[in-house]
């Protein structure tokens, strides 16, 4: 597609049980980001793949957030046993390397009940 | 350490004035730097970038930045508001094309 596309668009869940967030990045982009935008507050940075390189996961808040990026494709960010702080707009990003342009899907709205 | 700072929480400003929203980044290598804007219950849009050359950046909708490597600021400006820049803009630094790190936001209010 044209762009970043992010499912689903909105999620309810309730506390203690998994969520998976999805992202489907521009074609051919080589670079993935997650970040995280909780009310009133900034972007966080999640975590970042980038080719074929370790992703960087220094972002991550805890041992429950965990991220895939299959075929240097499509990722999937796991919430594992959610919590009411994990309530947040989930942003997905990718970019080619070569021309700076990051470009941002419109996010998964959790709200974890 | 990558950082990047807007300072105000929020600006005003009155429909046809000029507009000022700034941001200042730490110093690590060659800064990259970016602009974005988030309108109510939308995702980001890119507004412009610096990544070399000349330091007057203009991006879209009547959108400039200007890099000043001395002062370690890229405020982000436009000669003549419109009550529909109203919105959350996002000052972002990325340094050798890693990932991008993220000021807090300012919120731009134009009044009528």
């Known amino acids: 597609g044209a762009g970043v596309s992010q499912s689903p668009s909105n999620k309810v869940t309730e506390k203690g049980k998994d969520v998976e967030l999805r992202c489907d990045p521009i074609?051919?982009?080589?670079?993935l980001y997650w970040y995280r935008q909780s009310l009133g507050q900034g972007l966080e940075f999640l975590i970042y793949f980038q080719g074929n390189s370790a992703p960087d996961k220094s972002g991550l808040p805890s041992d429950r957030f965990s991220a895939e990026r299959t075929g240097g494709s499509v990722s999937t960010l796991t919430i594992q046993r959610t919590q009411q702080e994990d309530s947040a707009v989930y942003l997905c990003?990718?970019?080619?390397?070569?021309?700076?342009?990051?470009?941002f899907g419109s996010g998964t709205r959790l709200t974890v009940v | 350490a990558q950082s990047v700072a807007q300072p105000e929480d929020q600006v005003n400003v009155a429909e046809g004035n000029p507009l000022t929203v700034k941001c200042t980044y730490s110093?690590?290598?060659?800064?990259?730097l970016f602009w974005y804007v988030q309108y109510p219950n939308r995702g980001l849009q890119f507004l412009l970038k610096y990544i070399t050359g000349d330091n007057l950046v203009k991006g879209s909708y009547g959108f400039e930045a200007e890099f000043n490597k001395s002062q370690t600021s890229f405020h982000l400006k436009k000669p003549s508001a419109l009550v529909s820049d109203s919105a959350l803009y996002f000052c972002?630094?990325?340094?050798?094309?890693?990932?991008?790190?993220f000021g807090t936001g300012t919120r731009l209010q134009v009044f009528p």
């Open positions: 074609s051919g982009h080589t670079a």
């Open positions: 972002a630094v990325s340094y050798n094309t890693d990932k991008l790190i």
């Open positions: 990003a990718s970019s080619m390397r070569e021309n700076y342009g990051y470009t």
């Open positions: 110093v690590s290598g060659n800064p990259y």
